[in-house]
């Protein structure tokens, strides 16, 4: 990747947050907490995992930094909604905690010097060695993923309802 693409993904990656938000006006509330099957997230699941998920990102992305060739782990997303009961978390929370890690992350890698960004590598527990410029792109394409989820979600809720009317 040239550094202009890289500078393209930053700043890419860093719009997530008004991206999601800009987003998120789409769903009404009455169905956030509405699943399209048992094993589906919500809305409200797939915003409180996002929060953590982001929260796994910061320090991965800090582990490339500061302690290359270090490890990191994976996490079982679903267990986490289930045992951490996303249902009964706080949406405006976890977008706050989303938008300031985001941020501080952006803020960082905007920061990267060349030799870190062509070097630097972390062993994941799943995937295996990972680049830094594997986790941006990883990342960049996290929320973009997930707004599609909550459009089906969407989709899938609009249809049942005009189903039953």
Same mark, same amino acid.
């Given at each position: 990747m040239t550094?202009?693409?890289?500078?393209?993904?930053?700043?890419?990656?860093?719009? =997530?947050? %008004?991206v999601l938000i800009e987003?998120?006006?789409?769903? %009404?509330?009455?169905?956030?907490?509405?699943k399209p099957a048992p094993e589906k997230w919500s809305v409200h699941e797939v915003i409180i995992h996002i929060a953590d998920s982001e929260a796994n990102s910061h320090v991965r992305c800090r582990?490339?930094? =500061?302690? %290359?060739?270090?490890g990191v782990y994976g996490y079982d997303e679903n267990k986490w909604a289930d045992k951490l009961n996303y249902h009964a978390q706080n949406i405006d929370d976890a977008l706050e905690l989303f938008?300031?890690?985001r941020k501080t992350s952006y803020d960082l890698i905007?920061?990267?010097?060349?030799?870190?960004?062509?070097? =630097?590598?972390?062993?994941?527990?799943?995937?295996g060695i990972m680049t830094l410029e594997q986790w941006l792109k990883i990342y960049d394409e996290h929320i973009p993923v997930h707004i599609?989820?909550?459009?089906?979600?969407?989709d899938a809720w609009k =249809?049942?309802?005009q189903a039953h009317t």
């Open positions: 550094r202009e693409e890289r500078n393209k993904l930053i700043e890419s990656y860093g719009r =997530a947050y %008004p987003a998120l006006k789409e769903f %009404p509330k009455e169905m956030w907490q509405w582990r490339f930094i =500061a302690e %290359p060739g270090s938008r300031l890690l905007k920061m990267v010097d060349e030799q870190t960004w062509q070097t =630097a590598t972390v062993n994941h527990s799943e995937n599609r989820q909550m459009k089906r979600n969407l =249809a049942l309802k």
